[in-house]
Nanobody, 126 residues
């Protein structure tokens, strides 16, 4: 069992930056693939980014490539999402997720992830 807690959400102006953090309570954090999803009002939860257990492989949704960076620090049981050049369309509740090692083709599907955080609100004003 893994417990995930996100933090770092808030209100930021378009073009600004924000860094989200996700702290995991489980001892086996380093063995999991970690990811971020987001859900905007009236839309389904969508994939944002994922990172392998070693941190050596990352995968991003096309909408955030070049702007967002996912990273992890296994010693601190924490995964991060650095968000730069934020746009109003990035406004959403952002969720941290953990799962058994996943290949890229399976990361997009919400049902393939095992654990979820409570979410943190990110609002980007124009």
């Amino acid at each position: 069992q893994v417990q995930l807690v996100e933090s770092g959400g808030g209100l930021v102006q378009a073009g600004g930056s924000l860094r989200l953090s996700c702290a995991a309570s489980g001892r086996t954090f380093s063995s999991y693939t970690m990811g971020w999803f987001r859900q905007a009002p009236g839309k389904e939860r969508e994939f944002v980014a994922a990172i392998s257990w070693s941190g050596g492989s990352t995968y991003y949704a096309d909408s955030v490539k070049g702007r967002f960076t996912i990273s992890r620090d296994n010693a601190k049981n924490t995964v991060y999402l650095q968000m730069n050049s934020l746009k109003p369309e990035d406004t959403a509740v952002y969720y941290c997720a953990a799962g058994r090692p996943l290949q890229t083709m399976y990361c997009r599907d919400v049902s393939n992830w095992d654990y979820w955080g409570q979410g943190t609100q990110v609002t980007v004003s124009s």
